[in-house]
């Protein structure tokens, strides 16, 4: 074993293996460090020891055997949280380790005695430099053995990251985040799923989007990485055959996918289910949208004016996220509004999901419209005025080709749950409510040249097939309001909403 000062210790670190026998990593900036210095000469002395030293080359001066830790390669590696920390190394390989100041350990780990006699017995280390807030992301993006598989593009000295970005086609429209190594590594950090996994196959140029790739585009999006879980979730929501997200591309109606989030992790990240949910100020709703928004565009290839041919559009196809209202929810003024007690069950249920289990839900639709009543007291009445704010879907003489979401404030729910009327009572009524006679819908009925083809004129149709009709518990705790999101065509024509849990990934 080398100890003396012309061995090449660099060498040793340039090649990742570090010496046999006891090392100690430290820093100048840490009192036990400095308080030790005298014990870090003493064991040199009387053995063997190699200090790598994060900050000040030059620490600790007794030192002859020392190695800079500048870029903290040795340390992220060793997993170094504390300094010092006193290690031995046999064969290449860690054989055991000490952090903070004990003498009694320390004796006992070097066979050493009379350690620092002059010494506190005992003192507690500081956070090692390569567990810093500022370096986590940085070290994990340069030593992390390169786990970002999406490709690397490097702008030019004089280009302006947004306008680069905007340049390329990247963006939607709006500012993007620049995906640097940094941000992306630290957005993979939000899920246990390895980088190179495929997530998804995303339409129209049915390209594999690893969880890389996704991870550039929530960064693009602003996203947290504790957003980053319902991101993949949603991405694997839209992107097969029973959602259709090509046919929504292609379609000149105004639609696109609409994210609902059930569960706890709603509340956990932040999640707005109250006042203003469909509205700008939660970062969370505007941006888990926007990610897979930008994926479908990015990696899929779904450019407006290019496959994407909606002859209005609208402005959900940003992004369009939001929680749903569980239990008990911040309805925005610091108090709390009730989710409605056993019999208003949260949406994930309508896709055979247990209460409380982390969905998000995938719904083809349009921009939501306001439904204003505010002097039904009963729930009769205010079904009949929900049905006749849903006829209006589309078309009022349009049927049977579209779902709905009908989205429930608490004062318009609680009309509802007061009178004893469970979630599924509700939708039932109101489906009852938008079945109309044939003779009222047909082409030509009511002078309109839209309708149902003649030889439905004896049937009774409903507005929407069954099942298509989605109650959601959302809004703030005041305003006799709730809203309608009215859907693409649905069934094999179309599509259909799906819901994918969370959890499993997280």
Same mark, same amino acid.
């Given at each position: 074993?080398?100890?003396?000062?012309?061995?090449?210790?660099?060498? %040793?670190?340039?090649?990742?293996?570090?010496?046999?026998?006891?090392?100690?990593?430290?820093?100048? %900036?840490?009192?036990?460090?400095?308080?030790?210095?005298?014990?870090?000469?003493?064991?040199?002395?009387?053995?063997?020891?190699?200090?790598?030293?994060?900050?000040?080359?030059?620490?600790?001066?007794?030192? *002859? $055997?020392?190695?800079?830790?500048?870029?903290?390669?040795?340390?992220?590696?060793?997993?170094?949280?504390?300094?010092?920390?006193?290690?031995?190394?046999?064969?290449?390989?860690? #054989?055991?380790?000490?952090? !903070?100041?004990?003498?009694?350990?320390?004796?006992?780990?070097?066979?050493?005695?009379?350690?620092?006699?002059?010494?506190?017995?005992?003192?507690?280390?500081?956070? =090692?430099?390569?567990?810093?807030?500022?370096?986590?992301?940085?070290?994990?993006?340069?030593?992390? !053995?390169?786990?970002?598989?999406?490709?690397?593009?490097?702008?030019?000295?004089?280009?302006?990251?947004?306008?680069?970005?905007?340049?390329?086609?990247?963006?939607?429209?709006?500012?993007?985040? #620049?995906?640097?190594?940094?941000?992306?590594?630290?957005?993979?950090?939000?899920?246990?799923?390895?980088?190179?996994?495929?997530?998804?196959?995303?339409?129209? %140029?049915? $390209?594999?989007? *690893?969880?890389?790739?996704?991870?550039?585009? $929530?960064?693009?999006?602003?996203?947290?990485?504790?957003?980053?879980?319902?991101?993949?979730?949603?991405?694997?929501?839209?992107?097969?055959?029973?959602?259709?997200?090509?046919?929504?591309?292609?379609?000149?109606?105004?639609?696109?996918?609409?994210?609902?989030?059930?569960?706890?992790?709603?509340?956990?990240?932040?999640?707005?289910?109250?006042?203003?949910?469909?509205?700008?100020?939660?970062?969370?709703?505007?941006?888990?949208?926007?990610?897979?928004?930008?994926?479908?565009?990015?990696?899929?290839?779904?450019?407006?004016?290019?496959?994407?041919?909606?002859?209005?559009?609208?402005?959900?196809?940003?992004?369009?996220?939001?929680?749903?209202?569980?239990?008990? $929810?911040?309805?925005?003024?610091? !108090?709390?509004?009730?989710?409605?007690?056993?019999?208003?069950?949260?949406?994930?249920?309508?896709?055979?999901?247990?209460?409380?289990?982390?969905?998000?839900?995938?719904?083809?639709?349009?921009?939501?419209?306001?439904?204003?009543?505010?002097?039904?007291?009963?729930?009769?009445?205010?079904?009949?005025?929900?049905?006749?704010?849903?006829?209006?879907?589309?078309?009022?003489? +349009?049927?049977?080709?579209?779902?709905?979401?009908?989205?429930?404030?608490?004062?318009?729910?609680?009309?509802?749950?007061?009178?004893?009327?469970?979630?599924?009572?509700?939708?039932?009524?109101?489906?009852? +409510?938008?079945?109309?006679?044939?003779?009222?819908?047909?082409?030509?009925?009511?002078?309109?040249?839209?309708?149902?083809?003649?030889?439905?004129?004896?049937?009774?149709?409903?507005?929407?097939?069954?099942?298509?009709?989605?109650?959601?518990?959302?809004?703030?705790?005041?305003?006799?309001? =709730?809203?309608?999101?009215?859907?693409?065509?649905?069934?094999?024509?179309?599509?259909?909403?799906?819901?994918?849990?969370?959890?499993?990934?997280?």
């Amino acid at each position: 074993m080398a100890t003396s000062a012309d061995r090449n210790i660099a060498e %040793d670190q340039a090649a990742g293996v570090p010496p046999d026998g006891l090392v100690a990593v430290v820093k100048r %900036d840490c009192p036990t460090c400095e308080l030790i210095a005298p014990v870090l000469a003493d064991i040199e002395a009387r053995g063997s020891l190699t200090v790598y030293t994060q900050d000040d080359p030059a620490f600790p001066e007794s030192i *002859t $055997a020392k190695v800079h830790d500048a870029d903290l390669a040795f340390s992220w590696h060793r997993d170094i949280e504390t300094v010092p920390t006193l290690m031995r190394f046999a064969d290449g390989d860690e #054989a055991g380790r000490i952090v !903070g100041w004990s003498r009694p350990e320390w004796e006992a780990f070097t066979g050493l005695d009379a350690l620092g006699d002059s010494l506190p017995p005992h003192r507690p280390g500081c956070g =090692s430099l390569s567990v810093a807030p500022s370096m986590v992301d940085v070290l994990a993006a340069r030593f992390g !053995g390169d786990g970002l598989t999406a490709r690397r593009v490097e702008f030019g000295s004089l280009e302006d990251a947004q306008e680069a970005m905007h340049d390329r086609g990247w963006s939607d429209g709006l500012p993007l985040v #620049a995906p640097t190594a940094e941000r992306v590594s630290a957005m993979l950090a939000g899920t246990s799923r390895a980088p190179d996994e495929v997530v998804a196959n995303v339409a129209p %140029d049915l $390209a594999d989007c *690893t969880v890389t790739k996704a991870a550039v585009n $929530a960064v693009m999006a602003g996203c947290r990485p504790e957003y980053f879980p319902v991101v993949l979730a949603a991405l694997t929501a839209v992107c097969n055959d029973t959602f259709n997200m090509h046919g929504m591309l292609a379609t000149t109606m105004p639609v696109g996918p609409v994210f609902i989030v059930n569960g706890p992790i709603a509340r956990e990240i932040g999640m707005n289910s109250g006042i203003n949910v469909f509205g700008q100020g939660n970062r969370a709703n505007s941006t888990i949208g926007r990610a897979v928004q930008l994926i479908v565009r990015n990696v899929g290839g779904g450019r407006p004016g290019e496959v994407d041919r909606a002859a209005l559009g609208q402005p959900g196809k940003v992004g369009f996220c939001f929680a749903e209202i569980e239990g008990t $929810a911040d309805d925005g003024d610091g !108090g709390a509004e009730s989710a409605g007690g056993d019999g208003w069950v949260p949406l994930c249920t309508d896709f055979g999901f247990e209460p409380g289990t982390n969905t998000v839900t995938a719904f083809p639709g349009e921009a939501p419209r306001s439904v204003v009543d505010q002097l039904s007291r009963d729930p009769e009445s205010l079904a009949r005025t929900m049905a006749v704010a849903l006829n209006a879907i589309h078309h009022p003489k +349009l049927v049977l080709g579209f779902d709905a979401i009908l989205a429930v404030a608490p004062d318009h729910s609680r009309v509802f749950i007061d009178s004893g009327w469970t979630r599924r009572q509700t939708a039932e009524r109101i489906n009852e +409510l938008t079945t109309r006679p044939g003779s009222e819908l047909v082409r030509g009925a009511g002078g309109i040249a839209e309708g149902v083809p003649e030889f439905l004129a004896e049937a009774d149709l409903p507005k929407f097939r069954d099942g298509g009709l989605h109650l959601v518990h959302c809004g703030g705790g005041a305003g006799l309001f =709730s809203a309608v999101i009215g859907g693409w065509v649905n069934g094999d024509v179309g599509a259909q909403p799906v819901c994918v849990e969370i959890d499993p990934w997280r």
